[in-house]
């Protein structure tokens, strides 16, 4: 897989990508986690104007997965509750709205190695109903480190890797 810096032309099947892992999730049991249509255009827009968006393309699919990789801080992440940060003073990196096919497999680790070459302190957060999220967190060395809330006041579990 290769894994390369979205651009504004990849915006339409970024948002294909987004509405099948919405379908992931529904269909997973995850009702509400990315309602009401999110992610929008405009944050995924956002992502690539400040250079923290990717896709990753698939061999004879195309764009398979998206995910922006953005640095810190990350303002949802000044307060944890539950528990604390394995490391609160070094800079760190954040993944964020993950996406891919539903047929596709191997995105998060092809992902996730790209980061960890980029970054090795990772943060991420997850709706408590994304199991699958939360299955590959675990499987891939992430540490639950407590509860974060969004803006909107939505709770997010959240987990972080060091290397």
Do not use: K
């Not at 996406?99 to 090795?120: K, N, Q, T, W, Y």
């Amino acid at each position: 897989m290769n894994v390369r810096p979205a651009t504004i032309s990849d915006v339409p099947a970024i948002m294909e990508v987004t509405a099948a892992a919405r379908g992931i999730m529904r269909a997973s049991g995850n009702m509400n986690q990315w309602i009401g249509g999110y992610p929008p255009r405009e944050r995924i827009e956002a992502d690539i104007a400040c250079g923290g968006g990717y896709v990753i393309e698939a061999p004879g699919v195309g764009i398979a997965g998206y995910f922006a990789f953005l640095t810190s801080p990350e303002p949802t992440y000044a307060t944890i509750y539950g528990g604390s940060w394995l490391d609160d003073i070094a800079p760190y990196h954040v993944i964020h709205r993950i996406a891919s096919l539903p047929d596709v497999h191997g995105i998060f680790a092809a992902m996730l190695s790209f980061c960890s070459l980029r970054e090795p302190n990772i943060r991420i957060d997850t709706h408590r109903d994304n199991l699958i999220m939360q299955h590959l967190l675990a499987a891939h060395g992430f540490t639950y480190c407590g509860i974060i809330y969004l803006e909107s006041g939505d709770e997010r579990l959240a987990y972080q890797r060091i290397l």
